[in-house]
């Protein structure tokens, strides 16, 4: 049962958990990653027992977070690959480099949270299935080849985006943007602008 289920909306019980959520981020904006109960609660204003009742596990804590704080990475439909990635792939450079965004990375790689992991996956799942459909698009259009299947392209776009602020604590520049966007385009037989 997800948190949501068991609270009713609006009243008490929403502000609570929009109260519990903005928290919980609040301390991810800070790249707190191993925070307490007791510091929720009272960055919530509520009863920590409220919080181990509703939220008895640091991973339910997070997925409330995740759910307050999710952001859809648009896919961009301009009319061209060349125009979609690289509009796309600054966009992510930036989503990737948000403080809040960059503690739930480390999250996910430290593994500790298996179900604030799958959390994450659930909820990118429909919007990944809209990056690999602007690869669709291109190949609709003749602005790229089926050599590589869409997972491999879209994950080798967004690793190195995500990977420049998880180890180097910024995101890339738009110039280094733009070299790894070259690169894709030259790997699906797209021409780069």
């Known amino acids: 049962m997800t948190v949501k289920e068991r609270q009713r909306s609006g009243g008490?019980?929403?502000q609570v958990r929009l109260a519990v959520g903005r928290a919980v981020l609040e301390l991810l904006a800070e790249e707190r990653i191993a925070f307490?109960?007791?510091e929720v609660a009272e960055r919530a204003g509520v009863n920590r027992r409220t919080i181990y009742r509703w939220w008895?596990?640091?991973?339910?804590?997070?997925a409330e977070a995740l759910s307050q704080h999710a952001r859809d990475l648009d896919v961009p439909d301009l009319g061209s690959l060349a125009d979609d990635v690289r509009a796309f792939a600054h966009r992510v450079?930036?989503?990737?480099?948000?403080?809040?965004?960059?503690?739930?990375?480390?999250i996910m790689v430290s593994g500790s949270h298996p179900e604030f992991n799958q959390a994450i996956i659930d909820h990118f799942a429909?919007?990944?299935?809209?990056?690999?459909?602007m690869l669709d698009r291109a190949v609709?259009?003749?602005?790229?080849?089926?050599?590589?299947?869409?997972?491999?392209?879209?994950?080798s776009l967004v690793s190195p985006l995500?990977?420049?602020?998880?180890?180097?604590?910024?995101?890339?520049?738009?110039?280094r943007v733009d070299q790894v966007v070259d690169l894709i385009l030259d790997a699906v037989g797209a021409v780069p602008r």
């Open 162 to 175: 995500f990977l420049a602020p998880l180890t180097g604590g910024e995101a890339l520049i738009p110039a």
């Open 93 to 106: 450079a930036l989503f990737a480099a948000d403080p809040v965004d960059l503690t739930m990375t480390r």
């Open 56 to 62: 008895p596990t640091q991973d339910l804590l997070l």
């Open 36 to 38: 307490t109960t007791v």
């Open 140 to 155: 609709e259009r003749g602005d790229a080849n089926q050599r590589h299947l869409p997972e491999t392209v879209i994950n």
């Open 126 to 133: 429909p919007i990944m299935a809209g990056w690999y459909e």
């Open 12 to 14: 008490r019980s929403e």
